[in-house]
């Protein structure tokens, strides 16, 4: 199967971040020609004149299954937010997850996103529809203690059956996540991390969303939640952790020396008015991996990459007081490689 897109503005991405005007042409799953004329033939053409042909974006935290809750849970505080969010969450069928996921992969893929990353329960639900979808997935099934979930069993152990279930799916990876340190005690924490590093498999994970569950956690263990993290020997570069919204210097000098990457979730922190800014520049500065995440359809009403990336651009410099931090070319990059 060869496909021609013909004559676009070809936004590659490459070492130079180049924008060549042409034909782009791929080969059953391989791109074979970037820019200059195609003169053969083609089983299926595309005509792309005046359009952008772009990489496809990288969604790096949602909740998909959530898209419908778009719009319910508007305008309230973060505790009311919460309590309502658990009490429609807790009524829902599989169905309704089936449906969500559905609802969310149509509206990334509209919107330029070929790969998700996930993080929730019943991800065996969500993996069937994704692979319908059509869509790449990376699923992370959540973790959390066993004494505070509604999970039947063991969550760590519900995540490594749902591995079982769907290695080796051609667009799917699937893995395990963990709610966060406010509900993951060291053994959970450890047990998740050592199956993602038996595995090699990414590890999605909420990280200091709020400034409440910092100094809780500082309270019960003296140490803020990266610091703790490294003291239990759970830092590891397969985590990517959203928001990341309320870090010490030294906790984003841990993250880098771990190879850790986080994924910007902006528009989901003004929504909830969570507070705290993502430390852009000193993640880059320090070696830590920075991505884009839309968080899921109630914290967001929205899973546009394009929109993300343009408030979280508009964040940085507001908070900063600086227009040249985050520039669109690496707002892109984030999104893209
Ligand atoms: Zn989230």
Redesign the pocket.
């Known amino acids: 199967m060869l496909t021609a897109i013909r004559d676009g503005y070809i936004v590659t991405q490459n070492d130079k971040r180049e924008v060549i005007r042409g034909d782009l042409v791929i080969q059953d799953e391989r791109i074979v020609q970037v820019g200059g004329k195609y003169n053969g033939i083609a089983d299926r053409e595309i005509d792309a004149k005046g359009d952008i042909v772009m990489p496809g974006m990288i969604n790096t935290?949602t909740?998909v299954a959530m898209s419908v809750m778009k719009g319910v849970v508007d305008d309230l505080t973060f505790g009311d937010f919460l309590d309502k969010v658990f009490k429609i969450d807790s009524d829902r069928t599989d169905r309704d997850l089936d449906i969500g996921t559905r609802l969310g992969c149509m509206e990334m893929m509209r919107g330029g996103t070929t790969t998700f990353m996930d993080?929730y329960y019943s991800e065996d639900v969500i993996a069937k529809a994704t692979m319908d979808a059509g869509i790449r997935g990376v699923l992370c099934w959540c973790a959390l203690d066993e004494d505070k979930t509604t999970q039947t069993g063991n969550p760590v152990d519900n995540a490594k059956r749902f591995y079982e279930q769907f290695k080796g799916s051609r667009k799917l990876i699937p893995s395990i996540g963990l709610q966060g340190v406010y509900v993951c005690n060291e053994e959970t924490c450890v047990r998740a991390v050592d199956f993602a590093r038996e595995k090699d498999l990414p590890l999605n994970f909420?990280l200091s969303e709020t400034r409440g569950e910092v100094n809780d956690l500082k309270k019960q263990q003296g140490l803020r939640p990266v610091e703790w993290l490294d003291k239990i020997g759970a830092l590891d570069r397969r985590m990517v952790s959203?928001h990341s919204a309320w870090l010490t210097m030294n906790e984003v000098r841990l993250m880098g020396a771990a190879g850790m990457s986080v994924s910007l979730c902006a528009v989901s922190n003004m929504k909830l008015a969570t507070g705290g800014v993502a430390p852009v520049p000193e993640f880059l500065q320090n070696g830590v991996n920075v991505t884009i995440g839309t968080?899921?359809n109630n914290t967001n009403n929205s899973l546009d990459m394009f929109s993300e990336m343009k408030i979280a651009g508009l964040l940085h410099k507001s908070a900063r007081w600086d227009a040249t931090v985050t520039p669109a070319q690496q707002l892109l990059d984030f999104c893209t490689i």
Request: net charge negative; glycine share 0%.
């Open positions: 935290h909740h993080l909420h959203a968080d899921s």
